[in-house]
């Protein structure tokens, strides 16, 4: 029995299941959006969002420039970066809209920069898995993993905040 062993093993050793969700983690940065079993899904949500936890608890000093932080800041923004470069490969590239041109993306500095920036306001949650049906070939569950929009929490606390306005008016 597997009792208090969280995780699904995927009939993989530890370094294939962790070279795994790092690809899977990184392709879910670059793109914001990929394809995968439902199983995997559910597994790279946890490793996602840990990865924008880290960088969202850094606060501002992740998305200011380096040059203007103190030096206490950029000691504890470089730890941030290598603690995620520890899992994050360092690049990326994604094919352009076309199909004929690559652009070569920083993955660390994109977790860092924006969607820290993106995901400030929000709890959690910061991804959102769809299913979509049966792989054809072997018939396995399939999902779209996706991060969110940054302001959805943000947006209905206020949508809250101004019904409930409405509402002490109107009483």
Do not use: C
Not at 103 to 114: G, I
């Amino acid at each position: 029995m597997r009792h208090q062993n969280s995780g699904r093993k995927f009939d993989r050793n530890t370094s294939s299941r962790r070279a795994m969700f790092r690809n899977l983690a990184a392709n879910l940065v670059l793109n914001e959006k990929i394809e995968t079993t439902d199983a995997k899904a559910k597994e790279l949500r946890r490793v996602a969002e840990r990865l924008i936890t880290k960088a969202k608890r850094l606060g501002e000093a992740g998305y200011t420039p380096f040059e203007k932080l103190s030096e206490k800041d950029k000691a504890k923004r470089l730890a941030v970066k290598r603690s995620l470069s520890a899992y994050l490969p360092r690049w990326g590239t994604r094919t352009e809209a076309g199909g004929t041109e690559t652009k070569k993306v920083d993955l660390v500095e994109k977790v860092l920069v924006d969607l820290a920036k993106r995901f400030a306001t929000r709890p959690g949650g910061y991804t959102r898995i769809i299913k979509i049906g049966e792989r054809r070939g072997d018939n396995a569950p399939m999902a779209i993993i996706e991060l969110v929009s940054g302001g959805d929490a943000a947006e209905g606390e206020k949508k809250a905040k101004k019904s409930k306005k409405k509402e002490a008016v109107a009483a």
